[in-house]
Structure formats: C-alpha cells, structure tokens
T-cell receptor, first 116, second 114 residues
Framework: AQSVTQPDIHITVSEGASLELRCNYS??????LFWYVQSPGQGLQLLLK??????LVQGIKGFEAEFKRSQSSFNLRKPSVHWSDAAEYFC??????????????FGAGTRLAVHP | ETGVTQSPTHLIKTRGQQVTLRCSSQ?????VSWYQQALGQGPQFIFQ???????GRGNFPPRFSGLQFPNYSSELNVNALELDDSALYLC?????????????FGPGTRLTVT
C-alpha cells in the first residue's frame, strides 16, 4: 500500500541550530516527492519537490531535501533554523498512475517548535 | 497572478445538513483537487477534477461530490453532514498538460459540524 511515514510527531530545536525532518515512503513506482509547510490555520505552502534527476533538491526558505531510493527516504534539512520556521511540515508522495500522479498521499506531519 | 482562493473561510453546520465549498484555481491552472484535513492529521485526498470530469477519487463516500466549471473553478458538496466531517477542507490547483506539475493549495475552509 502507498504510504508516507514521518516518524517524528514533534521536534524542538534552538534558533540557529540545524534541522533534519525525516520522511519514509512506500510506493511501488517512481516516487514523486514533496515537502509542504503549514502555519497555524493556514493552507499548505510547497517547500520543494523531487520528480527526477539530482537527488539533492533545493527549495525555498533555505530548505533542501535528499532522495535516497535505497532507504525509501526523502529527509528535509536546513542548516540554520529561524524562529519563523516554527510550523507543521508535511511530506507527501504523488500517486495515481504510471508516469504521473493525480493525488498526494501525506504523512501525519511533524510539528516544529523553535526556541529563541 | 492570483493564487488559489477558497470560500467561505469558516462555517458551522448542523448534522444532517448539506454544505457547498468553493475554490477558484490559480491563473493558468486547469486541474483542481480537494483534500480533507482532520485536526492533527495530514490531508487526505477526496477527488480531483480535470476538464470538468472527475479524475480520481479517494476513499470517501458518495455523499462527497464535486463540480468543475468551464473557468476551472470548483465546488465540493457534502450531503447529510456527520460530526466526523468537521475538518479543514483544502483545495489545490495545478496544470495538467506537458510534464509533471506541482499542486498549489488554497488557505482552506474550516467546517464545523455540530
């Protein structure tokens, strides 16, 4: 079955510290992978995506993610966290048909808190 | 370029009633997807509309239905509301055509069923 697992429900880091949010997926075909961020009461903003090619992808707000097929992982990283990064982060895989996707399957999310 | 917009922002309904939520897609987009996000959970795919036809459906009962209009805007209708339908309903638009494209989300409609 297609699924996305985010093992960490809640993470707290100090401002300026590095960050890594974990994401594992289960999907039989070529995965199309995404990270979205959601501030309280808001919709989802796309941080970055992986469709093919270079397995290290750069996104907005200084975030990057690395696709590791052997580990079925797509972890999100940021070298130095800012207080404004506090939010909920969702990993998702695009699914639906070969060569494309029509739906996103989301993980349960990781809530990030940032200490000053 | 305008983003994805949804209306209303919030609404409260009583169990058994019907509700219609609206979504205007981002300029240049021709596909709309709807998701339900219960409190503390990730969004779940309800269905997608492309060229005014349903193009995939998640595990939701038939009382969840939708429409897409010629201008690519969309409606989500839910009949016979249940308490468990209380959630944030998110609309996402994208362009289906050449190549893979990402989905862009609106701010959502918060539905409370009492």
């Amino acid at each position: 079955a297609q699924s996305v697992t985010q093992p960490d429900i809640h993470i707290t880091v100090s401002e300026g510290a590095s960050l890594e949010l974990r994401c594992n997926y289960s999907y039989g075909a070529t995965p199309y992978l995404f990270w979205y961020v959601q501030s309280p009461g808001q919709g989802l903003q796309l941080l970055l995506k992986y469709f093919s090619g270079d397995t290290l992808v750069q996104g907005i707000k200084g975030f990057e993610a690395e696709f590791k097929r052997s580990q079925s992982s797509f972890n999100l990283r940021k070298p130095s966290v800012h207080w404004s990064d506090a939010a909920e982060y969702f990993c998702a895989v695009g699914a639906g048909y070969a060569g494309g996707y029509n739906k996103l399957i989301f993980g349960a999310g990781t809530r990030l808190a940032v200490h000053p | 370029e305008t983003g994805v917009t949804q209306s209303p922002t919030h609404l409260i309904k009583t169990r058994g009633q019907q509700v219609t939520l609206r979504c205007s897609s981002q300029s240049g987009h021709n596909t709309v997807s709807w998701y339900q996000q219960a409190l503390g959970q990730g969004p779940q795919f309800i269905f997608q509309y492309y060229r005014e036809e349903e193009n995939g459906r998640g595990n939701f009962p038939p009382r969840f239905s939708g429409l897409q209009f010629p201008n690519y805007s969309s409606e989500l209708n839910v009949n016979a509301l249940e308490l468990d339908d209380s959630a944030l309903y998110l609309c996402a638009s994208s362009f289906s055509g050449q190549g893979l494209k990402e989905q862009y989300f609106g701010p959502g409609t918060r539905l409370t069923v009492t």
